[in-house]
């Protein structure tokens, strides 16, 4: 994570967000919802605490979110479903993987190839 790995305070529920696995910030990064420039701009929260993202996650390391009312994924198109729901994972186990990233890391690197090549052509 940026801030030398120290994490950042969750605007939700005020606990640091420790790890990159666990920031809504980084997961919307590498998946090209929030452009490099506002990276260092954004507030942080913890995947659990932004549900509407985190119910797409489905990855046996992510206990599943349920979300009620009218953004609950069971009450969506369930096209839209299934391709925010391999978007969104995709870019939780490319957080996994840049944890496993030895040295120093390369933010501009951290999103996913296909954003990495938009970003590239703008």
Known sequence: MA??????RCEVCGED???IVDSDL???YVIGEIDPEVLHTTPERHLRCNPVLAQFIADDRFQVVEVAGPMDRRQLDPTFCDE??????A???RLHE???????RDVTQYPLPDVLERWQRT
């Open 84 to 89: 925010r729901t391999q978007r969104v994972t």
């Open 91 to 93: 870019g939780y186990r």
């Open 26 to 28: 980084y997961l919307r």
């Open 98 to 104: 840049i944890n496993t990233w030895a040295g120093d």
């Open 17 to 19: 967000v420790t790890s």
């Open 3 to 8: 801030k030398c790995d120290e994490g950042y």
